[in-house]
T-cell receptor, first 114, second 116 residues
């Protein structure tokens, strides 16, 4: 079984300040982990993914995430928030063994304060 | 990069009619596609996993006779909502897995269905 917990349903930061969106996971197998972003009324865009290579993963738009196995975490960060970052962010776990499904977190809504 | 296209983006249909939503992988082959439903301000709910050339695997609680899924080729999966009712109104999103064993998955832009 696998699960994903996004610890914050809503995060607000000021433009130009750092962003931290938290994600913890559980998986019976070595998982692949993803962060997706969804802007209003849009589909999901892949920000970055971890697939058992480097633990620090760099994605698009200045985002990065660090896989910490000991903490079962995959937090998403960005050094400096931009107004265009306002969106819903989903942490997702995928296992290619056993039951091959994407399991979604409940999402974190990021608000950027001008 | 890889692109997944959904069509239509918006559709309104009358109660009792059927509507088809297409999901296409534009520059890669997708043995497996996934269909999700998303309610406002909620996460995505997996409805079914669509495998090319075989029957879809539905999640518990999803009516397979109501939500017909066909994956006739490596680049196309369709979701048909049959005898639609207002409670079927939702945002439907598909995703496609790159290759047969990869772990890269791309999502479509989603399709808004409104049943009146």
């Amino acid at each position: 079984a696998q699960s994903v917990t996004q610890l914050d349903s809503h995060v607000s930061v000021s433009e130009g300040t750092p962003v931290l969106l938290r994600c913890n996971y559980s998986s019976s197998y070595s998982p692949s982990l993803f962060w997706y972003v969804q802007h209003p009324n849009k589909g999901l865009q892949l920000l970055l993914k971890y697939t058992s290579a480097a633990t620090l993963v760099k994605g698009i738009n200045g985002f990065e995430a660090e896989f910490k196995k000991s903490e079962t975490s995959f937090h998403l960060t960005k050094p400096s928030a931009h107004m265009s970052d306002a969106a819903e962010y989903f942490c997702v776990v995928f296992s290619t063994f056993g039951n091959e499904k994407l399991t979604f977190g409940t999402g974190t809504r990021l608000t950027i304060i001008p | 990069g890889a692109v997944v296209s959904q069509h239509p983006s918006w559709v309104i249909c009358k109660s009792g009619t059927s509507v088809k939503i297409e999901c296409r992988s534009l520059d890669f082959q997708a043995t497996t596609m996934f269909w999700y439903r998303q309610f406002p301000k909620q996460s995505l709910m997996l409805m079914a996993t669509s495998n090319e050339g075989s029957k879809a695997t539905y999640e518990q609680g999803v009516e397979k006779d109501k939500f017909l899924i066909n994956h006739a080729s490596l680049t196309l999966s369709t979701l048909t909502v049959t005898s639609a009712h207002p409670e079927d109104s939702s945002f439907y999103i598909c995703s496609a897995r790159v290759g047969s064993s990869g772990n890269t998955i791309y999502f479509g832009e989603g399709s808004w269905l409104t049943v009146v």
